[in-house]
């Protein structure tokens, strides 16, 4: 497991658990009682230490390696998931996965940004950051989605829109803005869930919904701590103090409204308990999607557009 920083002395007690456990299948020792106080002890440190955990640090949380993501979360979630792919003008673009499927008897459109659990997958989908034919796939879909009266669902997880020029010369800010716009005018539920990493206009491109999730140690950012920290202290070196200007961590973003919900992460992180969060997820997204089963359209289509109006006319303090 990779160990994080802060996370050196609970993987210390851990490695002592293991060592003990070895020792007990090489012989007729009996160290039960041992194994079950240094266990006690690494809960109690897990659960004090990600009480009180940074932005930064909730930072490397959101981006850690073993983190599930989008294409993890589908597998588990939905059933008869059929992908669909391209944007039906240049090309497809795996950053953003999608596709038709059932979640929890009703069919859904799912859409995610895909990020990779390894380096061949991880390079596959360039990190999770999409192109303009990522953008476009995504509103190919949610405009299919709006034709066949089928709720959208969105997985969050981009550290932001890719930054190339092969992007910038095919419209990333034409297909971001667009995207935007048909999270806005579609006339069926749109229930978003950061999952991970939620950075800049490459997140709001499919974060525009009516209810919006967050699980407890993601983020979610107009811009990421080092790209802050580069513009406003022409360092990377600042990414910390960055972070805790933000306000980027789902706490701090329900008080501002930003938000509607925190989905509540196993102890340690989505990471060390992968099913536990599945299925805590899974319940988030029934409720929020059974709150917006029985409205018309237009209604749904209204207060989605009202939501994000007031967020602007209130400002943020």
């Not at 440190?45 to 993501?69: F, G, I, N």
């Not at 939905?78 to 979640?103: M, Q, S, W, Y």
């Not at 989908?125 to 990522?134: L, R, V």
């Not at 034409?174 to 950075?199: F, K, Q, Y």
Request: proline share 4%; net charge negative.
């Amino acid at each position: 497991m990779h160990i994080l920083e802060f996370e050196k002395p609970i993987a210390e007690l851990e490695g002592k658990i293991e060592e003990l456990r070895h020792l007990s299948d090489g012989g007729d020792v009996n160290i039960a009682d041992e194994v079950g106080k240094l266990q006690a002890k690494v809960d109690k440190l897990l659960r004090s230490t990600y009480a009180k955990l940074t932005p930064w640090q909730k930072t490397q949380v959101a981006r850690h390696p073993e983190r599930p993501h989008a294409l993890a979360y589908i597998q588990a979630l939905i059933e008869d998931f059929t992908p669909l792919a391209g944007d039906r003008a240049f090309g497809e673009d795996r950053a953003v996965v999608g596709g038709l499927g059932r979640f929890r008897g009703r069919s859904v459109m799912v859409i995610g940004h895909e990020k990779g659990h390894d380096t061949e997958s991880r390079i596959r989908h360039n990190f999770g950051m999409a192109k303009p034919e990522g953008y476009r796939k995504a509103v190919r879909l949610m405009e299919m989605a709006d034709h066949f009266q089928v709720p959208v669902i969105t997985l969050v997880d981009t550290a932001g829109a890719y930054p190339g020029v092969d992007a910038e010369e095919r419209g990333q800010a034409e297909a971001i803005a667009r995207s935007i716009e048909t999270c806005l005018n579609v006339r069926v539920p749109v229930v978003s869930a950061i999952i991970g990493e939620g950075g800049s206009g490459g997140a709001i491109a499919l974060a525009t919904a009516n209810t919006v999730l967050m699980l407890e140690h993601a983020i979610y950012s107009v811009i990421s701590p080092e790209g802050c920290a580069s513009i406003l202290w022409r360092s990377g070196e600042n990414a910390k103090d960055a972070a805790e200007q933000l306000r980027l961590t789902a706490q701090d973003l329900l008080k501002l409204g930003i938000i509607d919900s925190v989905v509540p992460e196993p102890m340690g992180g989505a990471h060390r308990n992968i099913d536990l969060m599945v299925q805590t997820l899974s319940m988030s997204l029934d409720s929020a999607l059974r709150d917006l089963s029985n409205m018309e359209g237009g209604i749904l289509r209204a207060r989605r557009r009202e939501k994000f109006l007031d967020m602007g006319r209130a400002g943020l303090s």
